[in-house]
């Protein structure tokens, strides 16, 4: 079963910035293969769509809360898919998870959840 590993999180100020990285654990998969997506679940929260990124690396989608504050990046090469978070504020406070997912929008996350990565923002 293929399983995302969500890493980066951390206890940040309003204000400050994370960049939180996305791999897989299982060598049949690679993120570098599909359309992938970041989702963040905050307390009591269903999964929210935050932004998602074409094969290619040419095309980005993002949530309208994000306002220009995040950018979603890969590398093929390492198999990895970053999201860098800058200024960021409470209401962000979340954990953060990668997909698969059918389409920019972040439509039908193809595996189950991970972890995900914990989020903090303080006031």
């Known amino acids: 079963q293929v399983r995302l590993i969500e890493s980066g999180g951390g206890l940040v100020q309003s204000g400050g910035s994370l960049r939180l990285s996305c791999v897989s654990s299982d060598g049949t998969f690679s993120p570098s293969s599909t359309q992938m997506a970041w989702f963040r679940r905050a307390p009591g929260k269903a999964e929210e769509f935050v932004a998602a990124?074409?094969?290619?690396?040419?095309?980005?989608n993002y949530a309208d809360f994000v306002r220009g504050r995040f950018v979603i990046s890969r590398n093929t090469a390492e198999s990895t898919v970053y999201l860098q978070l800058n200024s960021l504020e409470p209401e962000d406070t979340a954990v953060y998870l990668c997909?698969?997912?059918?389409?920019?929008?972040?439509?039908?996350?193809?595996?189950?959840w991970g972890q995900g990565a914990q989020v903090t923002v303080s006031s």
């Open positions: 990124i074409d094969r290619p690396g040419l095309r980005t």
């Open positions: 997909n698969s997912v059918r389409n920019l929008d972040g439509q039908v996350p193809a595996f189950a």
